[in-house]
């Protein structure tokens, strides 16, 4: 057995299913491009037969980051690009549709094999679930060269049946057998015990890479992936941050750096280039809306925090005596402060370009503009500055409405008073006033009065980029329309309502929450209406009237 | 072997250790009222040696949770109180000096036995590591029948030397022997062997309880300590989310649930009443300004969040489907919705009750009072907004300077601008106005003219309650003193300053903001100028001089 880890990542499939990680097809891009950086050996971009939009997302992602001449002059092998298709024809060719353009593409199809969900859910028997499977396992196996089948629930599937079913998928062509724990039930004894039982007792495995997936709803993913993966597992299936679905599926950074930290213990290596961590983590915090704890391990705030008291107080007589790995190999950066007043054009292009920015010039002149419009209110400007400022210059959806002017007045004598001035997608300017409960809703309340689309707030966050009270800060919301479509979740077959996530970053928090309204209504209304470039015009008339 | 696990809860000690996780005594206070009816075993109430504010805190905990007399008629035994000390005399009397009021008390003394920590940090080679630990341990054990010793970082250390210092600890009277992963460095594999190593060969343990703690460095802690269960420990050390210094110590909620959950696998039980678990979450949340992640297993927002979905759709045919635990099981109420506008006192008073807050007649009429305020603004008002407000009408420090008033203009034309009003401690009203980078900074610097006690913002955040735009805001920030005072760490014994945490609620968030950092500010104020009951006065004139 190689040494080899392989490292599939769902953000983009498993962990965008998280209530509200809903992500524009530019930030699914960008996340893609920046995994292919980070080198991981494949990408599950969606879910293809979900909607035509997540085809599209899907099929982008395969020409545009799956292959190598697209890489940029890299020197990688760009990733396998993966889509997920339910054990059904039509799934399977939509993601092969989605997927085929990229080099090196892969299908990855389940079918759920433990007594509860052949039952309730599958209502299929045992004889019919491994017909299906070597049925459609074979059929994408006709259209594409590699092939991923899941047992979904394995965690609580027979074992002996397990390896028969995989035994079946592996004669009609699989070449990665992937085990999930999908309720995130097992333990790392039970789990690692499962994967020894399957390498030793399926038949053909000693072609195929067994992969692992595990959910953390007891905390466990890591060491039940690890367990696996000691059990003789080649691919791990995670999220950066451990974003997903309830509790959330194994971390990438967790694991990647258990091996690299522990390497002595598991004599086991992965293609990540690990000083990328923290950039991914903050790009997907970013872009999904959802936050990264201090405590979490590896790319929490506080992960690396003694480091400042020791350094300061020249206490420690030895590094080692409270780390076990250095801040600098998952990219913390030591030195922080870069920018200011005085930086010119060309400083600001080669700090963007070290943080894995590449800008087009007439990218590089806006993001000159706000930065010496930022750089008038803030002395400093730190890389986390300059992050917020490029993605709410550049990852915000194609705008429908835009902020033209906003003004307000409020405090603790009462009546908290916004008027906001948009601009509609031909231009025309629309300005109302409304009173709320606080600025922010006052806002959102004058802003609605324009916008017209019915939505309810799920959620409001608000947090400063950097230490000091200047800080830019960065807004996100999540909203769901009560005409927002609905998305398609693979595994329980159930409709959902779409979420839709914004930000905005502003040194004024009531321009960064109205800004970050404003980017999540512009989804919401490209979702349900269509906005596309043609209908525009037509559209907004029809949402103005 | 017994099947109880004593569950040790160190949020108080090891949890507020983390950067900024600071709390004033009235919280903790309120902290160990909510871990004695959890059902905690044992809380570790801080580290009274670092300094006499945190001695009075263990003592007062001690005073008031640690009596049975206190215990407001509850059935259960009140839990152990616990103070943590070096392994010096000085230490020990003052941990002594703090807990030998509780019905129960118990001292933790600890030193280091790895060859890094021993080298570097003791300076000390092992027959004088043996030499203290048999000193000091005897030493804890003529004060207090009752005591526990830790060799730090012991997943670091020689398991052979650990089984001589654990049986010299034995001898000298140590009656909870604790095997720290003091850096998260182990797998559990490791983990669980070197506890079963401790427990096959060290003299004497066999009358001891066996204890672990770990961290989350590697993302393992909650793995790590079932598998140090598993081995033989019968304690378990924890925090709730986890919280701690770096990644954070194992959470309380995700060790409880996987023994819970899955106690067939286990067979162990816990004295917890796991219904509990997610208001104490959001309690230690708030109290901290520590943000839980809405992917965290068992407390996260979403972690049960496809409940929502399917109880809509009607779709899931069986509940356990995709779920192993009932929401119900960990405090999560399924029916939210509670106040209005036409809610009595009494209703009030009734739900109050319910969410666990036993407020005296006088307490009631002020929350009766901000209950109409907020319900004129908002139409219903869940759980949610009344924990808020509660917490933010009673937990606040003792007030040095009051918000009088606030008015502010802020938006896209520039120039935001605050005007403040502060009472200071004698009642006189101080006004000045500021213009600054955005609305809080504008009211941050306001303030600032005021109040003159520089320090630097570390962290500035604020989420929506509830859902729906018209929601309670709730800001927390976490500042640091130019002379704020400056604490001591145990382990590292590294001096470093302090920070502090504020909380504010409101539904206009700059209000809310402008309370935050107050709140912050007088905490701050009270720990460097000690502005106690008599020096009030005369601190401020020196203040504002």
């Known amino acids: ?95 092969w549709e989605a997927v085929k353009h990229a080099a090196h593409a892969r299908i990855h199809t389940f079918l ?60 009609a062509g699989a070449t990665t057998l992937n085990i999930p724990d999908t309720v995130g039930y097992t333990t790392p004894d039970e789990f690692g015990a499962l994967i020894a039982g399957i390498v030793k ?24 992936t690890l367990a696996g993966i000691r059990a003789g597992a080649r691919q791990a299936e995670v999220t950066l941050n451990g974003i997903g679905e309830r509790a959330g599926n194994t ?36 872009y999904t809306g959802i936050v990264v704890p201090p405590n979490k391990a590896i790319v929490g705030a506080n992960a690396f925090a003694h480091e400042a008291g020791i350094h300061q107080d020249g206490m420690l007589k030895h590094q080692q005596t409270y780390e076990i790995m250095r801040p600098e190999s998952v990219g913390v950066r030591q030195s922080q402060l870069v920018l200011g007043k005085h930086s010119g054009r060309h400083a600001l292009k080669a700090r963007l370009n070290e943080l894995g920015y590449a800008l087009s010039e007439a990218e590089l002149d806006k993001a000159f503009g706000r930065f010496k419009e930022l750089a008038d209110k803030k002395k400093s400007i730190s890389d986390a500055d300059l992050e917020a400022l490029v993605t709410d210059e550049f990852y915000q959806p194609r705008e429908v409405f835009t902020l033209d002017g906003l003004q307000v007045a ?42 017209q689309a019915s939505n309810t707030l799920l959620e409001f966050s608000v947090h400063a ?55 999540a209504l512009n989804k919401l209304l490209v979702a349900s209406g269509g906005y596309g470039e043609a209908e525009k015009a037509a559209q907004v008339s029809a949402v103005l009237a």
């Open 251 to 286: 971390a990438l950074e967790e694991v990647v750096m258990a091996l690299h930290t522990r390497r002595p213990v598991f004599n086991l290596v992965t293609g990540i280039d690990t000083t990328q961590i923290v950039r991914l983590s903050k790009l997907v915090s970013n």
């Open 201 to 224: 007792n399926t038949r053909g495995i000693e072609n195929c890479v067994v992969s692992v997936h595990c959910h953390d709803d007891l905390g466990l993913a890591t060491a039940n």
């Open 1 to 95: 057995m190689d040494n080899y880890i392989r490292i599939f990542d769902t953000t983009l499939r498993d962990g965008e299913q998280s209530p509200g990680a809903t992500m524009t097809s530019a930030e699914k891009l960008e996340v893609a491009r920046a995994l292919a950086r980070l080198g991981v050996d494949i990408i599950e971009a969606g879910f293809p037969a979900a909607s035509p939009d997540d085809l599209e997302a899907v099929r982008r992602i395969a020409v545009e980051v799956g292959h190598p001449a697209r890489m940029d002059g890299l020197p990688r092998r760009p990733p396998v690009i993966c889509g997920l298709a339910r054990a059904s024809k039509n799934d399977i060719d939509k993601a």
């Open 410 to 451: 409020c405090g603790t004598m009462g009546m908290p008073t916004a008027t906001v001035r948009l601009r509609d997608p031909d231009g025309a300017a629309h300005t109302r006033a409304a009173i709320g409960t606080g600025p922010v809703d006052a806002t959102y309340k004058a802003i609605d009065s324009i916008v």
């Open 112 to 171: 759920a094999t433990s007594e509860i969900h052949m039952r309730y859910k599958l209502k299929m028997d045992r004889e019919q679930v491994i017909e299906r499977v070597a049925e459609m396992v074979a059929y994408a196996r006709r259209l594409c060269e590699d092939v991923e089948f899941s047992p979904e629930d394995a965690g609580r599937s027979d074992p002996e049946f397990l390896y028969i079913v995989l035994g079946e998928a592996i004669r």
């Open 465 to 519: 980029v950097t230490a000091g009270i200047d800080a830019l800060g960065e807004v996100t919301v999540r909203i769901q329309g009560k005409n927002g479509g609905r998305t398609l979740d693979a595994q329980k077959e159930v409709e959902q309502p779409r979420t839709f996530g914004g930000h905005g970053a502003d040194t004024d928090i009531i321009v960064a929450s109205a800004k970050a309204y404003l980017a």
